[in-house]
């Protein structure tokens, strides 16, 4: 079946630096994926939505600056938090619209703590 | 949440007992969904209903969907400890591109 794959899994960084978080669609193309961030205890928040080719889409309060969305390629996003603070630490989980649109593909998360 | 809530927040109940999970969303889906997500862990795809549909099943696992009300709900019969984790609707508006989760349910089954 579609898989996700996100990497890495768990990631430690030093405040001021950034951080680069990859999701790829490893068997189908994916023209859109998602982006999401949930702290402990709490929901999934959607931050952006990614397109193949084009800018990301942000929701409201969601600094674009500082998370940068790239979708290069119907097979690849990525995330970079740039000037990672300690208030970013979280889990960020992405997924892919599937070949089917109804269909939702899963990452399995990504860990980060800032320092 | 950014689309709706969950109710209840929490659930405590025994094994063998049914659990109810309630979904309220705010705007016109296109289909619902729920996964599950132990602590810590990625997330489980359990079922997807579409708008046009009221009800569907799954295993031990019954969703409906009223859209008029703008919500959905979970059950799960027999629970088992296993089932423990937290629930979570989500709302997809493929047409907007936009696919949302709901508040969540952390349901503790004890044995």
């Known amino acids: 079946g579609a898989v996700v794959s996100q990497h890495p899994s768990w990631v430690i960084c030093k405040s001021g630096t950034s951080v680069k978080i990859e999701c790829r669609s490893l068997?189908?193309?994916?023209?859109?994926m998602f982006w999401y961030r949930q702290f402990p205890k709490q929901s999934l928040m959607l931050m952006a939505t990614?397109?193949?080719?084009?800018?990301?889409?942000?929701e409201q309060g969601v600094e674009k600056d500082k998370f940068l969305i790239n979708h290069a390629s119907l097979t690849l996003s990525t995330l970079t938090v740039t000037s990672a603070h300690p208030e970013d630490s979280s889990f960020y989980i992405c997924?892919?619209?599937?070949?089917?649109?109804?269909?939702?593909?899963f990452g399995e998360g990504s860990w980060l703590t800032v320092v | 949440s950014q689309q709706g809530e969950e109710d209840p927040q929490a659930l405590s109940i025994q094994e063998g007992e049914n659990a109810t999970m309630n979904c309220s969303y705010k705007t016109s889906i296109n289909n619902l969904q729920w996964y599950r997500q132990n602590s810590g862990r990625g997330l489980v795809h359990l079922i997807l209903?579409?708008?046009?549909?009221r009800e569907k099943h799954s295993g031990r696992l019954r969703v409906t969907l009223d859209t008029s009300k703008k919500s959905s709900s979970l059950l799960i019969t027999a629970s088992r400890a296993a089932d423990t984790a937290s629930y979570f609707c989500?709302?997809?508006?493929?047409?907007?591109?936009?696919?949302?989760f709901g508040s969540g349910t952390k349901l503790n089954v004890k044995p």
């Open positions: 990614s397109n193949e080719g084009s800018k990301a889409t942000y």
């Open positions: 989500a709302t997809d508006l493929y047409n907007f591109n936009k696919f949302y």
């Open positions: 068997d189908f193309q994916a023209t859109t």
């Open positions: 209903i579409r708008s046009n549909e």
């Open positions: 997924s892919a619209r599937g070949p089917s649109r109804n269909t939702i593909y």
